[in-house]
């Protein structure tokens, strides 16, 4: 009887020792590092906000989030990363404005308002036209008379065909009655290179170029946004010069459909917690960008809402794709 109880004890003992261990690993969320796709090149503006949130969600998440770029594709990869993802919360990534628009430029691996779960949006770009010092272009007068002197001769940077510094570009040359000849980007650092080494007359980007601009390297024409820069507040903005195109491209974090409501409130409730971190403010100001803040809720309408909106500027750019 004793040796049958020590047996029985035993093999308790064994069960316990390989189920709780089980349990240990598939315990509350988190337990392991996060993944946190940047779309865009290291070095840039987006990657370098996005290891400042990384960061500081970290420590409200007691698990390391880590960044990993994947640039290319208009900025497309983190979206399309999020098809195979598991829906468990330790891969996020970045979705940019071009998932509202690409899809009704081009066929897209993803369905922009079925398969990602919009975690929380926390802040958005500062974009603006750049040229270097050493040009002739003064103005947005200058670039507006120069590119109708020259139709197609205008070359300009972006970082990438269907991203926001592309499209709203292509809406003031609509508005301007010009033509330029657009040269897309893996993204801002290879943008900022183009044009600093003279490989295009101008480039459109987010504020990347704000060291340059400051440093004397590059002159800032226009800013796109409703009114204009805290930074750089002598610069006038494209709608105040009349030519009505206004673009900021909120973002935040994003999952895979399917995600447990509980896992994105975490998520969502850490990043949030970031936009109260000074170290995160400092860094959106190095980049003039505001706290953009919206839920889960509200970043969803949200991602509704501009997928139809970004439909109708495609069309009246005329980059509608066929069938």
Known sequence: MTQRRSFIQAGSALAAAVTFPALSQSGAFP?????????????????????????????ALGQSVIVEN????????????????????????QIPQGAFRIPHMQKTAFDT???????????????????????????????VDFAKANPGALTYGSTGTGTSP??????????????????????NAENMQAVLGGHVMAASDAT?????????????????????????????TLNELGYQTVSDSPFGVC??????????????????????????????????????????????????DSFY????LIEKLGMLKKG
């Open 113 to 143: 308002l079925k398969d990602f779960t919009w975690i929380a949006c926390l802040t958005g770009y500062t974009f603006g036209l750049v040229v270097p010092t050493n040009s002739p272009l003064k103005s947005i007068k200058d670039f």
């Open 166 to 187: 592309h499209l709203a570009v292509e809406e003031f040359a609509q508005k301007a009655g010009i033509q330029l000849n657009h040269i897309p980007y893996k993204g």
């Open 255 to 304: 999952g895979p459909k399917g995600m447990d409501p509980a896992v994105v409130k975490t998520l969502h409730d850490a990043f949030k917690s970031a936009l109260d971190d000074p170290a995160v403010l400092a860094t959106f100001d190095k980049y003039d960008q505001s706290v953009i803040y919206l839920n889960t809720e509200q970043y969803t309408k949200f991602a509704h």
């Open 31 to 59: 337990n392991r590092t996060i993944k946190y796709i940047c779309p865009w090149p290291a070095g840039g503006s987006t990657d370098v906000v996005m290891r400042s949130l990384a960061e500081s969600a970290s420590k």
């Open 309 to 312: 909106a970004e439909r109708a």
């Open 70 to 93: 994947k640039p290319g594709a208009g900025g497309m990869l983190g979206a399309v990363d999020m098809l195979t993802a598991k829906p468990d919360g330790y891969t996020v990534c």
């Open 208 to 236: 990347g170029w704000g060291p340059h601009v400051d440093g004397g390297r590059l002159r800032l024409l226009a800013t796109y946004g409703s009114k204009r820069t805290k930074r750089w507040s002598h610069i006038p």
